[in-house]
Nanobody
């Protein structure tokens, strides 16, 4: 059973930074495409950032390009989301996601095999 556990959420002022982490159980983490999604109240879950299983390709939603950075450490079975220049509209529950079916990258919820429980990010104006 694959488990994803997020951490690092919290309250930050607009313009500030947070770093989310997602620890993944499983012996073949290096073969999982990973991604971060978020969901604000009353809105659908949306893609934020993705990283290929190789760690060589990155994908970002237009709304976070230039501000967020996704990375992974396969030795630690962990994926990160560095969030800088945060805006009030970035406030949401952030979910870590994994595809274990061999996809090179993940950008839609349909491609996700495993979800984390989510971590709350609140941005004050």
């Amino acid at each position: 059973q694959v488990q994803l556990v997020e951490s690092g959420g919290g309250l930050v002022q607009a313009g500030g930074s947070l770093r989310l982490s997602c620890a993944v159980s499983g012996r073949i983490f290096s073969s999982y495409a990973m991604a971060w999604f978020r969901q604000a109240p009353g809105k659908e879950r949306e893609f934020v950032a993705g990283i290929s299983w190789s760690g060589e390709r990155f994908y970002y939603a237009d709304s976070v390009k230039g501000r967020f950075t996704i990375s992974r450490d396969n030795a630690k079975n962990t994926v990160y989301l560095q969030m800088d220049s945060l805006k009030p509209e970035d406030a949401a529950i952030y979910y870590c996601a994994a595809n274990a079916r061999g996809l090179y990258y993940v950008t839609t919820p349909d491609e996700v095999d495993y979800w984390g429980q989510g971590t709350q990010v609140t941005v004050s104006s």
